[in-house]
């Protein structure tokens, strides 16, 4: 890459970046997305998030990319028909619930439309039902639903506890499945080719354009994955100093408009 003007593609998370804290798509944001348009740099976003839970998202920025939900595990259009999905071996889901719960983690599914939740109540759920716009249904067991499970995300506020967790899913599932924290109290467990950074591939080999002229930004661990599949990685300025140091730029907080910035500082050519 000779400099910014070899952009291409822009490759965003969503939460943590994208949005602000309170889950607010900022003017200055949108107005960013749009220099990029006008710029001819195309845009995509990727989040843990189900496909309905960006769905507000795709017409104030005028999204026309595949939209990758569950970290990559369910690609979609913008008018949600599916254009691919990868879901978790069927024979691994009670034993990765299994090691969730040995870790005192709540575990939340993914599958199809739906999202289930042990517990209604529960740690963060009412924040993430607010955060994704629709109710989760509650499971008693997994009885009937170790079939096309997108994600198996683990909930807990022992931040420790969740990145044991994650550790120990490396250990004993290796590359049988993709666990990274998506945010310090969420464990996401998705397909081993559901992360982000089979989402950087998948749309460099779509539209023809070599990792070199994608730029890409961040703020958690599962963000480094689609960090080294890019020719401009950036980190927020609320992530971690690990994230931090993975990437070849840090912009300010999702709170001071560092998405924004990045778009005007490193994106955009300069005049």
Do not use: C
């Not at 069927?90 to 969730?100: K, Q, S, T, Y």
């Not at 300010?252 to 778009?263: L, Q």
């Amino acid at each position: 890459m000779t400099g910014t003007d070899a952009i291409r593609l822009f490759l965003a998370d969503v939460d943590g970046t994208l949005v602000t804290q309170d889950k607010v798509l900022t003017d200055r944001a949108i107005d960013a997305v749009r220099k990029l348009g006008e710029a001819g740099i195309l845009f995509a976003i990727t989040s843990g998030r189900p496909p309905r839970g960006m769905s507000m998202l795709i017409e104030p920025l005028d999204i026309k990319t595949p939209i990758a939900a569950f970290n990559g595990g369910l690609l979609v259009n913008r008018d949600m028909s599916v254009i691919e999905q990868r879901v978790l071996p069927e024979e691994l889901v009670v034993p990765l619930a299994d090691l969730m719960g040995s870790f005192h983690l709540d575990t939340w599914l993914y599958r199809g439309a739906d999202w289930y939740v042990p517990d209604p109540k529960g740690s963060h759920v009412a924040r993430e039902s607010w955060t994704v716009k629709f109710e989760p249904k509650v499971m008693t067991s997994l009885d009937g639903l170790t079939t096309d499970v997108a994600k198996l995300v683990g909930v807990s506020d022992d931040l420790d506890a969740v990145a044991r967790a994650s550790s120990a899913a490396h250990d004993r599932f290796g590359d049988h499945v993709t666990a990274a924290r998506s945010q310090p109290y969420y464990l996401d467990v998705t397909h081993p080719d559901a992360n982000k950074g089979a989402v950087a591939r998948y749309l460099s080999a779509k539209y023809g354009i070599p990792p070199q002229a994608i730029a890409t930004i961040g703020d958690m661990p599962n963000d480094v994955l689609m960090f080294a599949h890019s020719g401009l990685s950036i980190a927020m300025g609320n992530a971690s100093l690990d994230v931090q140091r993975a990437a070849r730029r840090v912009t300010a907080s999702n709170e001071e408009e560092g998405f924004a910035k990045a778009v005007e500082r490193f994106i955009l050519p300069r005049g």
